[in-house]
């Protein structure tokens, strides 16, 4: 695309699944700057700190530009001819099974549906598998289960009509702000509306719960278990909607009674007077929703979870309904396209069944394949272990970093690195995953990239592109359309635009469908480019209100005037983009009609099982998470300074009683270790650990740190249903690592290389910052900064007293600091903010130098603190002075400092400086 004039842009964050409207205004010198979008439905306006900083992460430092093979440049042609030839040839001597791919939750959904298409359909295998099952694949396995398809019943709306809300393993205010927004923004409407909070930690989510349930890992089946027997010996059941609309009551409550109150409280860890409260509130509260995520995906029980919490809801025919309704959230922005598309190894385009043989000839029929693949292909952790064991000779991974992500993630990266035919798509030249690549294809990024994606309230939203793509990076779907074509392929992917694929998704959506399938968007089937383009957000189903209309053509008017005509609209085109009017949110299952062959739910009979991972060697549980700034493996976010100085380097959790027993201190570095390997991390002593457990963050790889792949720590051990693996429950140890010396440096060069035990980068305004940590103290200090800041012309100025450990070292390039390093026999004091602040001021004089190798503000140089507000850039310190000047609420506080006032993810922390003169978060 071309940039000429300044304009603004409608689009969608590439973030996690709650798929809020993102503005982009490119202004006429190509600056960008974002801002929510007040008329999209999911956020009206609203964006978390990470949208807010998308304009920070747009930038082409790091890009994958050209194709590379084997490390050296390559053009499109040969790299693609490599590829398609490679495939082609290892299917034929080997068979369709020996190669696979695995894709993305940040494909937009034209790119999944061409990769599933290309390798179901084509190749014939279901090989085809996605980060996503490591996300919601319960959730997909227990929604089958009960309602016979991947359906989520609710909608966003319903978070604020219910009178009750229970949150399940799930901090919506980190992982999902602006959802967290809108129910504290109801709740402030309606003070009476009731939040609970099952969780193991004191998440910031507990600070708007009027409850907090710090369960026991895995007791999720037991609590929920232990409510339908409650509701049963309670009278609390919707007996109609049991008889009318649902199968296997008596048998689920049957499995349920075998557990009392006492049995549930011992395999939760709650006392029965907390049942009882919650229970008691659960039963008479007819307008409830219980939103989940993570905490019940991410488990070896993580089906069954799910299961207990649907029983519930059907047992009291609190589904479907205004402000009722179980609610998965989805981490990703794009799993729910994924799952529409059939991403996943064991299912089919369109929500068919694999298992289903109409469903694999009507597929077969509508893509005119030559074979539509049998049988469920492996799921992430089997196809990483299959690449290990050699069954599959050829990988191509697209948009993610398995390397980091997937559990037991050393011998996932053992396994690419074994295989021989490894294909890489990736928006970035260096990551843990893509130096292992023999092909490297350039994707376009967000900003660049033309598609749709679907949200965890089943809305289907445009990513329209604002800049031009970069060097020769291509999008995904036109890179898997050209490796298809060039296999022989290339009637079935003649596709020209991201607008006909979709059209062709849409049409296979009501292909034969007749209410057959819920995912239906066949009212789309004839959408062309000038349609597509304007596309305003939209919830599924939305079916064509005439015949079939593929491959019959567009309707006069085109399919927006088709969809006008059956109750929605169109209005405006500026900024670019189409808004609409929203028709009436679409919820299922109110009256029924499931999609079972009876038209029944499934009640799913469960007798809960408790688990011990723990033992001698290994006494701790390990659960990993996502923090409030970051996402993902930090390929977005990394680039950010303002995302970067919340938290800046890996941390664990650690409650006070353990980290006393295990002789930690706060800002100590520690050990993590189980049978697999281990990580060094920051330590956090907190009260919002629950005590023999800890808390780590996955986020950091090797490009961010020495030693901080989490995942290299947690067990290749699997849902038996979904196949999701158990990150949140790991048999784990702590020690401290004795360090020599403690370092932290600024430098406005990034370090190449480090000789450090412990090392941890993060953006800052003008350069970067660095957290250091060495077994021992006998190191030449001066030549280590010459080292790390690479500046062998700078003028040095330097202190050091040996005896007491402490050397101060900064280097001047002019007037400007090239560099700053802060050695101290333990954690080193200097404030962070303050240091990295230096990067991008003059130092003309001997006494400004001099204040930074004494590594203090002067007193006109107030120092803001650890930084609590992102969006805002408003440290700890400055929260504490307005406390201190009479700001004694989060509202007073945002009033006088802005902080808490955009995406409100900081709010918990504002409110806990007020209250306990602390913050509540690693620096």
């Not at 330097?798 to 450990?805: F, K, P, S």
């Amino acid at each position: 695309m071309e940039i000429d004039a300044a304009r603004e842009v409608r689009t969608t964050c590439p973030y996690c699944g709650v798929g809020c409207g993102v503005l982009a205004k490119i202004a006429a010198d190509g600056q960008v700057s974002v801002r929510g979008d007040p008329d999209h439905p999911a956020n009206f306006g609203r964006l978390c700190s990470k949208g807010s900083a998308l304009a920070e992460t747009i930038d082409l430092d790091g890009r994958l530009l050209h194709p590379q093979i084997h490390d050296r440049p390559a053009g499109w042609n040969e790299a693609l001819d490599l590829v398609a030839s490679t495939f082609r040839h290892t299917i034929a001597e080997h068979g369709p099974d020996a190669v696979a791919f695995y894709v993305s939750g940040q494909l937009l959904t034209e790119d999944y549906y061409l990769a599933n298409k290309l390798m179901k359909g084509f190749v014939g295998s279901a090989n085809i598998d996605t980060n996503s099952r490591l996300c919601m694949a319960s959730s997909v396995a227990g929604h089958r289960r009960a309602f016979g398809s991947d359906t989520v019943p609710g909608t966003y709306e319903d978070l604020e009509l219910a009178d009750l809300i229970v949150l399940v393993g799930s901090n919506l205010a980190w992982c999902h702000p602006v959802l967290y927004q809108r129910i504290a923004a109801a709740r402030e409407k309606r003070p009476e509306m009731k939040i609970v909070l099952v969780d193991p930690r004191r998440t910031m989510t507990s600070d708007i719960a009027d409850m907090h349930l710090a369960i026991a890992p895995d007791g999720d089946v037991a609590l929920f278990t232990g409510l339908l027997a409650w509701l049963g010996q309670h009278n609390a059941l919707d007996r109609a909607y049991i008889t009318a609309h649902t199968a296997g009551f008596g048998q689920a409550l049957f499995a349920a009674s075998t557990l009392d109150l006492a049995g549930v409280a011992a395999a939760t860890g709650l006392s029965e007077d907390q049942l009882s409260r919650f229970y008691s509130l659960f039963a008479r509260t007819e307008k409830t929703v219980t939103v989940y995520s993570q905490g019940v995906n991410q488990s070896s029980q993580g089906t069954d979870k799910v299961n207990a919490i649907i029983n519930c809801h059907l047992a009291t025919g609190r589904i479907g309904k205004a402000g009722a309704g179980p609610f998965s959230v989805t981490g990703q922005p794009n799993a729910m396209g994924g799952r529409e598309v059939g991403g996943m190894a064991n299912m089919l385009a369109a929500h068919m069944d694999i298992e289903n043989p109409g469903h694999r000839e009507r597929l077969q029929r509508f893509w005119k394949a030559p074979a539509i693949a049998g049988e469920p292909g492996l799921k992430a952790v089997e196809m990483f272990k299959a690449v290990a064991d050699g069954r599959i000779k050829a990988l191509w991974i697209m948009a993610t970093n398995p390397v980091d992500s997937m559990p037991d993630a050393g011998a996932v990266e053992a396994a690419i690195k074994a295989c021989p035919f490894v294909v890489v798509s990736d928006v970035l030249a260096e990551t843990d995953t893509v130096r292992h690549a023999h092909v490297r294809l350039p994707a376009t990024a967000w900003g660049e990239k033309d598609g749709t994606v679907t949200n965890s309230e089943r809305r289907i939203s445009r990513q329209r592109p604002f800049l031009a793509a970069p060097g020769e990076a291509r999008p995904d779907w036109w890179i898997i359309a050209e490796v298809a074509r060039r296999m022989g392929f290339g009637e079935a992917f003649a596709h020209e635009s991201p607008a006909g694929i979709f059209a062709e998704h849409a049409a296979l959506s009501g292909f034969e469908n007749d209410g057959e399938r819920d995912f239906d968007i066949s009212a789309y089937a004839a959408i062309d480019v000038e349609d597509y383009e304007g596309l305003a957000p939209f919830h599924w189903p939305a079916p064509s209100p005439g015949p079939p209309l593929w491959p019959a053509g567009r309707p006069e008017g085109g399919a927006q005037a088709q969809l006008q005509s059956e109750g929605g609209a169109q209005a405006g085109t500026r900024p670019e983009g189409a808004t609409s009017i929203e028709r009436q949110p679409t919820r299922f299952f109110a009256d029924g009609n499931f999609y079972t062959p009876d038209r029944k739910a499934r009640f799913i009979a469960l007798r809960p099982t408790v688990e011990t991972r723990i033992t001698a060697a290994f006494p701790l549980v390990l659960n990993t998470g996502r923090i409030r700034d970051h996402w993902h493996t930090m390929t977005r976010t990394g680039k950010s300074p303002r995302l970067s100085q919340h938290i800046a380097e890996p941390f664990v959790e650690i409650h006070p009683e353990d980290a006393q027993l295990y002789g930690i201190g706060d800002a100590d570095i520690a050990r993590v270790s189980t049978p697999r390997g281990d990580v060094l991390v920051r330590v956090l002593v907190t009260t919002r650990q629950r005590p023999g457990s800890l808390f780590a963050p996955m986020h950091w790889t090797d490009q961010f740190a020495a030693r901080g792949r989490l995942d290299t720590l947690t067990a290749s051990l699997t849902d038996p249903v979904s196949g999701q693996p158990a990150l949140k429950h790991v048999a784990a140890r702590i020690e401290k690592f004795t360090a020599g010396a403690f370092g932290f440096a600024v430098t406005r060069k990034r370090p190449v290389t480090m000789a450090a035990d412990y090392w941890a980068t993060a953006r800052c305004r003008g350069g970067w910052r660095v957290e250091l940590a060495f077994a021992n103290d006998d190191i030449d200090w001066t030549a280590f900064a010459g080292s790390l800041f690479d500046a062998a012309d700078a003028e040095m100025l330097a202190y050091h007293d040996r005896e007491a450990g402490q050397h101060r070292i900064a280097a001047f390039q002019g007037e400007h600091l090239a560099g700053a390093l802060f050695i101290a026999p333990g954690p080193v004091a200097v404030s962070r903010g303050w240091a990295a602040e230096q990067l991008g001021e003059v130092h003309a004089s001997q006494r400004e130098r001099f204040r930074i190798v004494a590594g203090r503000a002067g007193a006109e140089r107030p120092d803001a603190g650890a930084t609590v507000c992102s969006c805002f850039n408003i440290g700890v310190n400055q929260i504490t002075a307005a406390v201190a000047a009479g700001c004694n609420s989060v509202e007073a506080i945002g009033a006088t400092l802005k902080a808490g006032t955009n995406c409100g993810s900081c709010r918990s922390e504002i409110r806990a400086i007020i209250t306990n003169g602390r913050v509540q978060a690693a620096e």
